[in-house]
């Protein structure tokens, strides 16, 4: 036991020095961009979209920003497919919502708990494939 500590006691510094240059170029990155363009129809537009693979601080799936600039409230049904690393889709995803007139509605489609396997995960990339909204 002494000697895991004494081991652990000198390598502790050097797990500081990589955590914090790591940290320094975290912090220096820049902004990251959108993995897909914005997708509009007509009046109600879907935006800031990313697909996330699965991380330490990330779940698995997309998100994105809906803006209605409509006078009227609109039904918004956003469709999803889940791609595997060779780009086979494996499975489609549907969220809907009403959103209020000249509103945002920032969304999150995750990735079916059926393809998340512990920590790793059979989805690589999420897609939004079809945005359809309609006056309510």
Known sequence: MSE???????IAPLLLVVFSIAGS??????????????IVRGCVTVDNIYSQTMGLTTAPG?????????NVPVDVFIKTAFFDASGNQLDNGLESQTVATHVQWPFFVAV??????????DVKMTRIIEVEAFAR
């Open 4 to 10: 895991r500590l004494n081991r652990l006691t000198r």
């Open 25 to 38: 170029m975290e912090a220096k990155k820049q902004p990251k961009q959108p993995t897909q363009d914005a």
């Open 62 to 70: 997309v998100s994105g920003r809906v803006r209605n600039d409509c």
């Open 112 to 121: 079916p708990e059926k393809f998340i396997h512990g920590f790793r995960c």
